[in-house]
């Protein structure tokens, strides 16, 4: 299980409160102003989430590899899609997150929801996700490791999906667990063009935005 201390969460030079307000005010130049999204994302120790020959760059607003060909999104990212997801006129208590990842996405929503319900492709990377989790204190999440084309059907609707993987196509299946009035938000596209989209349902429609140009890793189907 990954072990952290006071020392290690609040980290020091490059990882330290210091750097991680740099990186908040880059994004406010940015364009995103949602205070509480900064805030969450500020305190939230991100170089925990990477390898620690990657820790120096933790708080640069880039993505970063994570083993399994899979990468952390760039914080910019993050902030963004978290934003969209929460920006609603429902209550967002209860969101989906397709791909768990290293958990640092998990994490920021954690904070800001009752409830997240994670489901990651890749069992090993979902347990170490679950183990720095834990240790960090974020409880507050269900895990699956599962197909995430197939959402998580026992326990939708959701009042909010996010997904960290790009589709060619948007899943039905999860557009079917919005519950009225709630957000999916999503890449898609091919490895080389790709668009965030958000989706609304409706109680007879759903509406679509689309929005800035996103470079995420294919979403897969199946599960290992």
């Known amino acids: 299980m990954v072990e952290t201390n ?6 020091v030079g490059m990882t330290s409160l210091r750097t991680r307000r740099r990186l908040i005010g880059r994004l406010r130049d940015q364009g ?3 205070e509480n999204v900064l805030s969450v994302i500020e305190q ?5 989430f990477i390898d620690e020959a990657l ?5 640069e ?8 060909n899979q990468t952390i999104s760039q914080p910019l990212v993050v902030a963004l899609m978290t934003v969209l997801v929460l920006n609603n006129d429902i209550q967002v ?6 791909g768990t990842g290293c958990g640092y996405q998990t994490s920021i929503l954690s904070q800001l929801v009752s409830w997240v319900f994670s489901i990651e492709r890749i069992g090993g990377l979902q347990k170490q996700a679950k183990e720095r989790m834990i240790s960090l204190g974020y409880r507050n999440v269900s895990y699956l490791n599962g197909d995430g084309f197939d959402g998580w059907q026992s326990n939708q609707p959701f009042d909010g999906i996010l ?9 039905d299946s999860l557009l079917k667990q919005l519950g009225i009035g709630a957000k999916l938000v999503i890449p898609v ?15 007879d429609r759903f509406e679509e935005e689309q929005r800035e140009a996103v470079r995420f890793v294919p979403m897969l189907n199946g599960r290992r």
């Open 6 to 11: 006071a020392r290690t969460r609040e980290g």
């Open 32 to 34: 995103i102003t949602d």
């Open 44 to 48: 939230t120790p991100r170089h925990l």
């Open 55 to 59: 820790s120096h760059k933790a708080y």
């Open 61 to 68: 607003d880039t993505a970063l590899p994570i083993g399994h």
């Open 93 to 98: 208590k209860r969101v989906l997150e397709v």
């Open 163 to 171: 997904v960290s993987a790009a589709p060619r196509v948007v899943p």
């Open 189 to 203: 596209g091919s490895s080389d063009h790709q668009r965030l989209r958000i989706i609304t349902r409706k109680v």
